[in-house]
Each structure stands twice: as structure tokens, then as C-alpha cells.
């Protein structure tokens, strides 16, 4: 019996296995987001959904935590290999945080659709929009280790945290207008914050693909 062969068999499909549930947390999460958008079309069905879920992302977490030590412990993953490895673990920690952020603004959509609308609040639109087809491209550039496609990312990422950022800064001026309703103002101004703290997760996703990939 040939147990290299046997040993290199079992790594193959452990490292696989780990792949497929990373995947699996990076469409969560692209659907936490996706859902989140209740703030826009004021669906609480849609935000109560991304609350719920996100239990199942912390779990996917910890099954590629424990999937990744696993590799470690009882393999010597040579140099890429290892390198995918330790850029999966850091990539499901990324994942994990932004779905956290969606369940923020869930959260804060679901109080913001029982109070009188704001007007300004569809300012987030076309950011949420361009989030999600960044989104999209990042984790289908990361189902396939898509270096070349990863690269040329970074600079669309980039463009997307100066509008997360002026978008943050646009909630941020609202409070005169809006004396009588701050509480919302508050909302829209974390909402804005989350989706900044999102597309950081995002550009740390794309650099670990980058250094998996490399």
C-alpha cells in the first residue's frame, strides 16, 4: 500500500472540504448583505432572515477553524497549499465580520422602516447596488483562486470605500434637517459605517486571494 499516495488522498479531500464550506460562508454572507437591503424596499421579513441566519455563518466558521487546525496538526501542506490554508482561515474570519455587519444593518433598518422616512436614506442605493456586484465578482474571483481577476479588483474596491465613505459623510450632515427625527439620522449614519466596515472586509478578502494566489 502506497500511503503517501493514502496521506496525499486524505489531504486533497480535507483541503476540499474546507474549500467548499469557505464558499459556502462567502455566499452567506453575499446574501446576509443582499437581504439587508430591507433598509431600501423597508422588507422586515427580509432583515428578520439575515438575524436568523447569521447563527448558521458563526457556525461555518468554526467548522473551518476546526477544519483548518485539523490540516495543520496532521499534514505538512507544502508552501502554496499551505498558503491557501492559511488564507482560507483569515478569509472566514473576514466573512464572518461581514456578516455580523449585515445583521447590523438589518437591525437598524428594521427600527428605521417603524419611523417617518427619510428621504436621503435611498442615497444608499447605488452603493449597496455597487457592493453587491463587487461582491459577486470577489467570491467568484475567490471560487476559482482567480489571482488575475483578484488584481484587478483592488482598484473597483477602492472606488467603493470612497463612496462607502462620502456616503457616511452625506448622514452625517443630516441632523439639521432632521431635528425632530435624530434617532433616525443615528441609524442611517451606522448603516453607512457597517457598509464602510464591509467593503474593508472585502478588500482583506481580495488581498488573502491575492497571497493564496500568488
Known sequence: MNHDAHT????????SSLN???LQMAYKAQSALDLAAGLLQQNESSANRVIADDEELD????????????LLAFFSPVASDLKVLLASL??????????????????????LNKRPRIREAALADPVYREMAERFRAVNKAV????????????PALEDLAEHAASLTEAFACL????????V?????VFVSRS???IVEGLQKVAAEGLYAAS
Open 184 to 188: 433616525s439620522v443615528a441609524d442611517l
Open 20 to 22: 467548499t464550506h469557505l
Open 8 to 15: 496525499l488522498r486524505e489531504f486533497d479531500a480535507a483541503l
Open 90 to 111: 483569515r478569509m472566514s474570519s473576514m466573512y464572518e465580520r461581514i456578516g455580523d455587519e449585515a445583521v447590523t444593518i438589518a437591525k437598524r433598518a428594521n427600527r
Open 175 to 182: 441632523p439639521e434637517q432632521y431635528q425632530d427625527n435624530l
Open 195 to 197: 457598509l464602510e466596515r
Open 143 to 154: 471560487s476559482s483562486w482567480d489571482g488575475e481577476a483578484l488584481a484587478e479588483l483592488v
Open 59 to 70: 457556525e461555518l466558521e468554526m467548522t473551518v477553524d476546526r477544519e483548518g487546525l485539523h
